[in-house]
């Protein structure tokens, strides 16, 4: 009888353990969506009014592109004093409200309403819901008239210098929830599979482009935040579009690149750490690596649990980071020279790396913060917002 007893608990001790990729346990999921239900559906039923506004509705005469050519300056360029005609020079961290965001704020939008309404979609299985979000979907990047250009040429440019850079590649992190959500309202009856597979084919060209001009190779090869999220873009597009080969080369540039050389001994970034807003790149940064994670972690693949050689992992990310959002006095580093008082809000790292390592205080935590933040400075570098669409 003893026996038989320790044999029924280590049988459930296995079945217990978390697995990457699988459906272990939904309890953190039911909780996210008893937290959040009314308020997502409430914001939905807003949107099924919204009309769509993509890049064309916005020209700025500084773009060197044209009107289906996503535009965007460097946030942290200004006018010389010395020269105010000449070319822009840099005040790192130091956001100048003078230039040209439409575009990115517009992205912002879409991204918005695809992750919302895909959202009420998986809480309540109405297609209403994704009927209009296809709506957004066909005039941003099937319709001839309003679609963006599948190219980031010309985005955080800086006058009299660039015009486009491959750090702006950094803003079509907002897209991420829109191919998400794709996902999760793939399903539905209602879709258009011709559209649907219209819109695929963007995204498509969009992930060549990333993984073929050299804009795209600079940015893959940026030793911070912005290389975490070319492989978090890559990634999350190359699992719309069913592209295994790019879906392992992100793997490996997690395992050999990301990991080994942005994070430090201790869990920390010490790339981010030396910047001007050290406390938001450290959160962004930690939030793009838990969703790389997440996004290529399957059952044949567990980045979750992987470790260098020297013992970095995700999860040491996580508990080094963790004991400064619980509480931001103990932070040991300089303040952040703007948006000190904005951060932090509900985090993916927080959820997902309480979701899969069973660390209930994270999610405590990540309750306990802001869902729906309105600063500007904070959606744009938040772009996992719609955290029920990314449960499998």
Not at 188 to 217: E, P, R
Not at 225 to 248: P, R, Y
Not at 363 to 377: A, C, G, I, Q, Y
Request: aromatic letters at 12%.
């Amino acid at each position: 009888m003893k026996k038989a007893v320790l044999l029924f608990l280590l049988l459930l001790s296995v079945f217990l353990i978390p697995v990457s990729g699988v459906k272990a346990d939904k309890k953190i999921e039911r909780q996210v969506m008893k937290l959040l239900k009314n308020e997502v559906i409430a914001q939905a039923d807003k949107l099924l009014v919204e009309k769509p506004v993509t890049i064309t509705s916005f020209v700025c005469k500084r773009s060197a592109g044209g009107i289906h050519d996503f535009y965007s300056e460097g946030d942290y360029w200004w006018p010389d004093p010395a020269n105010p005609e000449g070319p822009y020079i840099q005040r790192d961290g130091m956001t100048n409200p003078e230039n040209f965001v439409d575009h990115r704020k517009a992205m912002i939008r879409l991204s918005q309403i695809v992750g919302s309404l895909a959202s009420a979609y998986k809480i309540t299985g109405d297609e209403k819901y994704v009927k209009q979000a296809f709506v957004h979907l066909r005039t941003w990047f099937v319709d001839t008239a309003t679609r963006m250009n599948p190219s980031l040429l010309y985005s955080q440019a800086i006058k009299g210098r660039f015009t486009g850079r491959g750090v702006g590649i950094i803003d079509t992190i907002q897209l991420m929830e829109v191919a998400q959500g794709i996902i999760a309202m793939g399903q539905a009856k209602c879709i258009d599979k011709q559209l649907l597979n219209a819109i695929k084919s963007w995204f498509a060209d969009y992930l060549q482009w990333l993984m073929t001009h050299q804009y795209g190779k600079d940015e893959m090869n940026a030793k911070n935040n912005h290389g975490t999220c070319w492989v978090m873009q890559a990634a999350s597009f190359a699992k719309l579009t069913g592209n295994n080969e790019i879906l392992d080369f992100c793997r490996k540039r997690y395992k050999e690149a990301l990991l080994p050389d942005q994070m430090g001994p201790d869990g920390s970034f010490p790339q981010e750490i030396r910047r001007t807003k050290p406390y938001g790149y450290s959160l962004f940064n930690l939030d793009a690596m838990t969703m790389v994670c997440l996004i290529l972690s399957d059952k044949d693949n567990d980045l979750w649990n992987f470790q260098t050689s020297d013992g970095k992992s995700i999860r040491n990310g996580i508990e080094f980071l963790y004991p400064y959002v619980s509480d931001k006095s103990k932070w040991p580093y300089k303040k952040d020279v703007m948006y000190w008082d904005d951060w932090p809000v509900a985090h993916p790292f927080l959820l997902f790396g309480a979701n899969q390592f069973n660390v209930m205080p994270w999610f405590k935590t990540w309750s306990s913060l802001d869902h729906f933040p309105k600063v500007e400075e904070v959606v744009r570098n938040l772009p996992v917002r719609n955290p029920l669409i990314w449960f499998n």
